[in-house]
């Protein structure tokens, strides 16, 4: 499969703003997801870019570049129950979903 | 957004024994769905992809021998551990994807827990 690739660890402190990077293959790709995954859950759906540019959700922002192949999270006014793991999913030949490695975020009051 | 619901949630087998578990839409019709492995603290891992009323599609390196796929109708899939050992020991998650969503959203069931002894 494709691989995709994120930082596997972040710490941050309460209310500060949080940028998570992901960088994909190319071929093939139609468009990137960001999930959130708390210790023994399942991933909640966050965001999808299928084009360039930047999707506001709330406090979550995500922002896809194709021409670099780049796509971020970002988090603003960080809660303590944000602290989880956080993957970028890119979506391939219209058909398939390929997850990044996955960051996990420590939120620190 | 949609539920799926997963069956059982958490199984413990011996080991040459076989698993079935069960994945369901419950508020929408999937025409795809997902099979994930997860290990600790670790990605979630393709395994296959399920369209309703043909084969699945396996990723390489998945025993499709193993890992049995049944996609029989557009609210349920099923995956059967086949002779299961200690090493298929894991997190299997599957997800229902709606493709007429402009997010290309993926609903994530909660996960069957597998230990094999």
């Known amino acids: 499969g494709q691989s995709l690739e994120q930082p596997s660890e972040v710490t941050a402190v309460e209310g500060a703003i949080v940028q998570i990077n992901c960088t994909y293959q190319?071929?093939?790709?139609?468009?990137l997801s960001w999930y959130q995954q708390h210790d023994g859950g399942a991933p909640t759906f966050l965001s999808y870019n299928a084009l360039d540019g930047l999707e506001e959700t709330g406090r979550f922002s995500s922002f896809l570049s194709r021409s670099d192949s780049y796509g971020y999270l970002l988090l603003q006014e960080l809660q303590m129950k944000d602290s989880a793991s956080y993957f970028c999913?890119?979506?391939?030949?219209?058909?398939?979903?390929?997850f990044g490695s996955g960051t996990k975020l420590n939120v620190k009051p | 957004g949609a539920v799926v619901s997963q069956h059982p949630s958490r199984v413990i087998c011996k080991s040459g024994t076989s698993v079935k578990i069960e994945c369901r839409s419950l508020d929408f019709q999937a025409t795809t769905m997902f099979w994930y492995r997860q290990f600790p603290k670790k990605s979630l891992m393709l395994m296959a992809t399920s369209n309703e009323g043909s084969k699945a599609t396996y990723e390489q390196g998945v025993e499709k021998d193993k890992f049995l796929i049944n996609h029989a109708s557009l609210t349920l899939s099923t995956l059967t551990v086949t002779s299961a050992h200690p090493e298929d020991s894991s997190f299997y998650i599957c997800?229902?994807?709606?493709?007429?969503?402009?997010?290309?959203?993926?609903?994530f069931g909660p996960g069957t827990r597998l230990t094999v002894l």
């Open positions: 190319t071929s093939g790709f139609y468009g």
């Open positions: 999913a890119a979506l391939y030949n219209f058909n398939k979903f390929y």
């Open positions: 997800s229902a994807w709606d493709a007429t969503s402009s997010y290309n959203e993926q609903f």
